[in-house]
Each structure stands twice: as structure tokens, then as C-alpha cells.
């Protein structure tokens, strides 16, 4: 007997089994990694945040001096790129990120990072180095990786692409609340002007500018909840199997 339950079960076996690169780009604060981490799951795929890889590096740049004043880079970073090792280390349900060995998860989500990232992300060197070991990861397929240039530049025949967004000041509004529950005494006009700025300079960079892929689905999400989210990502995943 027809059992439907079962069918939805081995559709959804179906689509882990295909294995497919999911791409999701879009503006800072759309909330592109919740989606992303909940539709890995859904799917036992790996989920790869690319933002901390760029984070990372920033908060290497930092910690080595290599940002002036001005917010100029220092030359020496292209010499030093060698010596930076980025990986993720699963802790629990979730992965961190490591820099160099070390747990550095919370301090690449400060808001001195997150106020130079764009700055380090726009240097063609970095850009290089991080897009080839994104497609190193991508290689295993089956996941799910999220950024600004994922569906143009690092995966442009990625089966399935996303770019999202969402209203600027419901963006701010979520990105201060999360900066409040970790316990930052931001303020929030302060952190609606890194992300207009981080827009501004995502946008209009030479190197791999974001921009939506030709092919790329729009998901504007103002007004969905995560859950609603989710489940529309998963029924597109679930129409290319059909
Ligand atoms: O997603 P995020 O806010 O953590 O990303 C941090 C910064 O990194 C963002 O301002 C732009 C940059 N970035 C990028 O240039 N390319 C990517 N694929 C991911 C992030």
C-alpha cells in the first residue's frame, strides 16, 4: 500500500542523496545563515558560513597591526597570507571557527571586526585565497554555503541559488537584538550605519561585487518567520527533484 508518509521520507532521502551545492547570497543581516544552518540540517548537508572566513582574516589584519588608521591595509598581508590557517571545528551541534588553531568565534562577530571586514574582503589576494578553498569544500557537494558571491563567482553552476533580502531598518532591528543577547553595549543607529556602509562597500567593490545571479530565486524575508523560510527553501529543493 501507498504509505505517503514513506514517500515524503524517500523524496527527502532523494534530494540528500542527489547531493547538490546550494548558494545563498545576499545583503549583511538578511539572516542568511539561520536559513542556511536550518536547511543543512534538514538535509544532513554541511553548512559553510564564507562571512567568517572573511572575518577571520580581518581579525588576523587586527591583531597583527596590519590596519592603519585610515582603515588601509597593509601591503604586508599579501606576503602573510600563508601563514593564516581558517577551519571549522565542530563543537557540540554547531561548528566554530578557528583561527590559526584558535577558537575565535565570538571575537570575529565584534563590531571592530565587522567595521574593517568589508575593507580586508574587498582585496583581490584575499578574495583568491578564500573563493579556492570554498570550492576545495564545495567539491563533496551536498552543501549548503552562504556569502555574497557564492552563486556569481564561487559556485555559478550551483544547482540551486538564493539571494535574500529584507526591508534596511528590520535588518538593523535584528542585527542589534542579536548584538544585545551575546551582551555588546552597541547602540543601534550605530550598527544601521556598519550595515548601510558594509551594503555600500559589498556592492560597489571591483572584485565580485554583490549582486543577484542571473538565475538566482529572490527571497525577501520582512516578513517571514525562520520556520517559513525554511519551509520554502526546502520546497525549492524539493522542486528540482521533481
Ligand atoms: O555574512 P557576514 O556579514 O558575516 O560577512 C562579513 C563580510 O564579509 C561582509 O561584509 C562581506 C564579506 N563577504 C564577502 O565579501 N564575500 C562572501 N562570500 C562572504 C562575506
Excluded at 581579525?59 to 590557517?85: E, P, R, T, W
Excluded at 579556492?132 to 552543501?143: A, S, Y
Excluded at 530565486?217 to 518567520?225: A, C, E, G, W
Amino acid at each position: 500500500m501507498n504509505n505517503p508518509s514513506q514517500n515524503n521520507a524517500s523524496r527527502s532521502a532523494n534530494i540528500e542523496d542527489r547531493k547538490i551545492i546550494i548558494a545563498i547570497d545576499g545583503y549583511s543581516s538578511t539572516g542568511k545563515s539561520t536559513i542556511a544552518k536550518a536547511i543543512a540540517r534538514k538535509l544532513n548537508y554541511l553548512y559553510v558560513d564564507t562571512g567568517a572566513m572573511y572575518r577571520a582574516v580581518t581579525l588576523f589584519c587586527i591583531q597583527n597591526n596590519l590596519i592603519d588608521s585610515a582603515g588601509k591595509v597593509s601591503d604586508k598581508l599579501k606576503s602573510m597570507l600563508g601563514d593564516i590557517n581558517i577551519e571549522f571545528r565542530k563543537n557540540g551541534e554547531i561548528a566554530d571557527t578557528y583561527l590559526n588553531g584558535c577558537n575565535v568565534e565570538k571575537e570575529i562577530r565584534s563590531i571592530e571586526v565587522a567595521n574593517q571586514v568589508s575593507i580586508v574582503s574587498a582585496i583581490p589576494e584575499v578574495r583568491d585565497l578564500l573563493v579556492k578553498q570554498q570550492q576545495l569544500i564545495g567539491k563533496r557537494k551536498g552543501v549548503v554555503m552562504d556569502g555574497r558571491d557564492i552563486g556569481t563567482v564561487v559556485f555559478p553552476d550551483a544547482e540551486l541559488k538564493i539571494f535574500m533580502t529584507a526591508a534596511p531598518h528590520i535588518r538593523a532591528d535584528r542585527r542589534f537584538s542579536e548584538l544585545k543577547a551575546k551582551g555588546s553595549r552597541v547602540n543601534r543607529d550605530e550598527v544601521q550605519r556598519n550595515l548601510e556602509e558594509r551594503d555600500y562597500i559589498d556592492t560597489h567593490r571591483e572584485h565580485s561585487p554583490l549582486k543577484q545571479a542571473a538565475d538566482a530565486v529572490i527571497l525577501d524575508n520582512s516578513n517571514m518567520t525562520p520556520e517559513e523560510q525554511v519551509e520554502w527553501l526546502y520546497n525549492k529543493v524539493k522542486e528540482l527533484g521533481e
